[in-house]
């Protein structure tokens, strides 16, 4: 039996740990930290024992042996075994902010030669540097602006997409918050009339009837989705004819409450029909982990 394989690697306080807590609460053997040279083995291992699903996270403590990992994977799929490369990111201005909270020393910050401390920002770029093909490999999930709910419900629905085909991720934004790092495309859609100005509307959101039907209205809201479907439509074989595993799609408007959602949603069902698709609601998914919590703690604090 062949094992599926999900390796988690990204930046240190990018929320690897809650990764790995999320795929070992949907059932994964979960490995933390392994070193890129016992991969083939600790593989062969698993299927020996007839291990179902596997979580591997590496990172850049592993900084001298990482290079060898984009190999590794290739000859592990050529012998059939199904792997998900995921790779979480965020801004280096939230990685800075979550490591001062924190008060802990990232895993570059090392004395060099000259016995000064390397500082933080400085590391994170050269962690950047040194984790850029492992990035290019798979598939990125910016954490800066979500909670840590938010990321074990995006790494769940993710493990959980057929392994064998294209996924389309289509993600709601505030444009106020920052475009996501993890989007292939950015579509901005803040040109569009907006629901917020409609008094009966501004509570709501882009999934309630009433401001769908109020964007349905709209000539421009149509012209934007055959827009984004035809650019798609044309584009999509050609990415899964060349293996990409997931296409992120970011659709963004100023408060990402009512077009970017409305237009996320009615993207993701046309396109449903034919590919594995995804939604995301950074925002509302963002509010509703805030409806759940009795004491509220930020993302930032709670990863390293």
Same mark, same amino acid.
């Given at each position: 039996?062949?094992?599926?394989?999900?390796?988690?690697?990204?930046?240190?306080?990018?929320?690897?740990?809650?990764?790995?807590?999320?795929?070992?609460?949907?059932?994964?053997?979960?490995?933390?930290?392994?070193?890129?040279?016992?991969?083939?083995?600790?593989?062969?291992?698993?299927? !020996?024992?007839?291990?179902?699903?596997?979580?591997?996270?590496?990172?850049?403590?592993?900084?001298?042996?990482?290079?060898?990992?984009?190999?590794?994977?290739?000859?592990?799929?050529?012998?059939?075994?199904?792997?998900?490369?995921?790779?979480?990111?965020?801004?280096?201005?939230?990685?800075?902010?979550?490591?001062?909270? !924190?008060?802990?020393?990232?895993?570059?910050?090392?004395?060099?030669?000259?016995?000064?401390?390397?500082?933080?920002?400085?590391?994170?770029?050269?962690?950047?540097?040194?984790?850029?093909?492992?990035?290019?490999?798979?598939?990125?999930?910016?954490?800066?602006?979500?909670?840590?709910?938010?990321?074990?419900?995006?790494?769940?629905?993710?493990?959980?997409?057929?392994?064998?085909?294209?996924?389309?991720?289509?993600?709601?934004?505030?444009?106020?918050?920052?475009?996501?790092?993890?989007?292939?495309?950015?579509?901005?859609?803040?040109?569009?009339?907006?629901?917020?100005?409609?008094?009966?509307?501004?509570?709501?959101?882009?999934?309630?009837?009433?401001?769908?039907?109020?964007?349905?209205?709209?000539?421009?809201?149509?012209?934007?989705?055959?827009?984004?479907?035809?650019?798609?439509?044309?584009?999509?074989?050609?990415?899964?004819?060349?293996?990409?595993?997931?296409? !992120?799609?970011?659709?963004?408007?100023?408060?990402?409450?009512?077009?970017?959602?409305?237009?996320?949603?009615?993207?993701?069902?046309?396109?449903?029909?034919?590919?594995?698709?995804?939604?995301?609601?950074?925002?509302?998914?963002?509010?509703?982990?805030?409806?759940?919590?009795?004491?509220?703690?930020?993302?930032?604090?709670?990863?390293?």
């Amino acid at each position: 039996m062949q094992p599926e394989i999900v390796l988690i690697t990204g930046m240190s306080g990018s929320g690897k740990s809650v990764a790995l807590h999320a795929l070992e609460d949907a059932g994964f053997y979960c490995v933390d930290n392994l070193p890129p040279e016992l991969l083939l083995e600790f593989v062969k291992l698993e299927q !020996t024992r007839g291990a179902g699903k596997v979580a591997i996270a590496m990172d850049v403590r592993s900084a001298k042996s990482l290079p060898v990992v984009p190999q590794y994977l290739a000859t592990l799929r050529q012998h059939g075994v199904r792997i998900k490369s995921l790779f979480l990111d965020a801004a280096t201005d939230t990685l800075v902010r979550r490591y001062s909270e !924190t008060r802990r020393r990232h895993p570059l910050s090392q004395a060099d030669m000259l016995n000064q401390q390397r500082a933080l920002f400085e590391a994170i770029e050269l962690e950047r540097e040194l984790l850029s093909e492992l990035r290019e490999r798979a598939h990125v999930i910016d954490t800066s602006a979500i909670r840590s709910s938010q990321l074990q419900g995006y790494i769940k629905s993710l493990v959980a997409a057929p392994g064998n085909q294209l996924t389309l991720v289509f993600e709601s934004f505030a444009f106020k918050r920052g475009i996501p790092l993890d989007a292939d495309y950015v579509f901005d859609v803040r040109m569009l009339p907006n629901p917020h100005y409609e008094a009966d509307l501004r509570d709501l959101t882009g999934r309630d009837e009433p401001v769908a039907e109020f964007l349905r209205q709209s000539r421009d809201v149509a012209q934007m989705f055959s827009h984004i479907e035809k650019f798609l439509s044309h584009w999509l074989d050609l990415l899964a004819r060349d293996h990409r595993s997931y296409v !992120t799609v970011g659709i963004g408007c100023t408060g990402g409450q009512h077009r970017s959602v409305y237009l996320v949603e009615a993207l993701a069902t046309h396109f449903g029909r034919r590919w594995t698709t995804l939604k995301r609601h950074r925002e509302l998914d963002g509010r509703s982990a805030l409806q759940g919590l009795t004491s509220v703690t930020k993302f930032g604090s709670t990863i390293l």
